[in-house]
């Protein structure tokens, strides 16, 4: 007995049974990690399953599933997404996360049927998918962002400021985000008065100039005399479309008739607000074109604002705090043309 017990000082003893635990702790983790994935998989598909039997159409049978139409069905997912067919891209994808099961492309697809639901204008649906997804990949910053927009859209803010935390983690840049967030967080708080609000937002601006144009455009809504106040000389062409159709009521005809600024006089002298100075330039074309225009006697010129988007290449015919196509925030490109005015007239059907 006595030699049975020293062969345990033997190192190769040691060395053998070090290894054996390492093995097994391996081999356990490795199971256990199985059964998670598994159970993740198993959860995932019955959610989707939830949605299968009122907008799948595909007949998986008549259409048995192979590698070599994953690629074409997700490039007519995509294409009737483009088009606005959510109907048929949504079946499609349906049908691509059920059969695939490779990692990579199975998060992609939910992704990618996550934003045809927000598309769509199904926010619940788009928010299962992305959080079922999460749930299995959590440090996914595409689904993060995916599904700050959707909280952003359901008036959720602060669930969307949490997850530009969660970001921040991940290494993103969050700044323009954050700062996003608290505009809005600030606009639709009712534990502020309209005063707090306008100084909060003017110390916003301050600290993120890109806010500029958001916050006077708001000002004029909260307090008209603070908006005056706010006025940047040096940024009047960025925000010429809120001067050119801001109502009559919340003009302030002290400041503009006795302003030294030549482009905001001259913007509204070619509104016929103020009279005409042939000595005023703008030197903004479309203004100037109109003043010398009505110089002329010619008085039915009129310009037509559109907003493009540089990231999605869009173009829209309202301002946007985030882009409606690509969801960028805060990115428009001002665009002016000159066109006829357009004259209403009042019908009246006593």
């Known amino acids: 007995m006595d030699n049975v017990f020293l062969s345990y000082n033997d190192p ?15 081999l356990l983790t490795h199971l256990f990690g199985n059964l998670k ?50 109907h048929k891209a949504i079946p499609l994808y349906l049908y691509l996360i059920k059969n695939n099961h490779e990692k990579s492309y199975h998060d992609e697809f939910l992704k990618e049927l996550a934003s045809t639901y927000l598309k769509s204008g199904l926010m619940a649906r788009a928010k299962s998918t992305l959080v079922s997804l999460l749930e299995i990949s959590p440090r996914d910053t595409k689904a993060l962002y995916l599904l700050q927009i959707i909280y952003e859209m359901l008036h959720q803010y602060k669930d969307a400021d949490e997850i530009s935390r969660s970001l921040k983690i991940l290494g993103e840049d969050t700044t323009q985000l954050e700062a996003h967030f ?12 309209p005063d707090e609000k306008t100084d909060l937002l003017i110390a916003l ?21 603070k908006a005056w106040e706010f006025i940047d000389d040096k940024r009047i062409i960025e925000s010429l479309d809120i001067f050119w159709t801001l ?27 103020i009279p005409y100075d042939k000595n005023i330039k703008s030197n903004i074309f479309e203004i100037d ?32 705090n985030r ?28």
Do not use: W
């Open 12 to 26: 190769l003893v040691s060395i053998f049974i070090l290894i054996t635990l390492v093995l097994s702790v391996s």
């Open 205 to 225: 601006s301050s600290t993120h100039k890109s806010f500029y144009r958001q916050v006077l455009h708001t000002l004029f809504k909260l307090d008209v005399s």
């Open 289 to 320: 074109t109109i003043l010398s225009a009505r110089n002329s006697g010619k008085n039915d010129i009129d310009i037509q604002f559109n907003y493009f988007c540089p990231s999605c290449k869009a173009e829209f015919p309202l301002a946007y």
């Open 247 to 273: 109502p009559a009521s919340k003009i302030n005809f002290d400041i503009i008739e006795k302003t030294e600024n030549q482009p905001l006089k001259a913007i509204f002298m070619a509104r016929e607000i």
């Open 182 to 193: 608290r505009f809005f967080e600030i606009l639709n708080s009712k534990s502020f008065s």
């Open 37 to 86: 994935k598994e159970k993740q998989q198993k959860k995932l598909e019955n959610f989707l399953e939830t949605f299968e039997s009122k907008d799948c159409s595909l007949d998986f049978d008549i259409i048995p599933f192979s590698s070599s139409l994953l690629q074409p069905l997700r490039l007519l997912a995509l294409a009737f997404q483009k088009n606005g067919e959510y």
């Open 323 to 350: 882009c409606p196509s690509c969801y960028s925030i805060d990115k428009f490109i001002l665009k002016k043309r000159l066109e006829q005015k357009i004259e209403l007239e009042n019908y009246s059907l006593l």
